[in-house]
């Protein structure tokens, strides 16, 4: 949904935009993937259908143009206990 990118994130999130063979999202799940970290929950907003990847968790924010991304992290609340790492899918 941000505008910076312009036509870059028309037709999808900005997580999903390719760098070389790979989104910036597979990027990360690899890297968790990497250090063990299997237990990934997501939380979808803008364009959320374009991002579809197995084993995860998915939880939706609909009202994603009306708040912020503390509010998002609202919406996996179940999803949060013991250690827990958040991270932005979309910070390059």
Known sequence: MGSR?????????????QFGDKTLLQRQ???????????????????????????????????????NVLNSLTHAEEAICGHVICAYSDIL
Request: proline share 2%; hydrophobic share 25%.
């Open 5 to 17: 990118l312009g036509y870059l994130t028309k037709e999808k999130p900005k997580c999903m935009l």
């Open 29 to 67: 799940l690899e890297a968790y993937h990497a250090c063990g970290i299997t237990n990934i929950s997501v939380v979808r907003g803008y364009k959320k259908e374009k991002i579809n990847y197995d084993g995860l968790r998915y939880y939706e924010n609909t009202d994603y143009e009306n708040n």
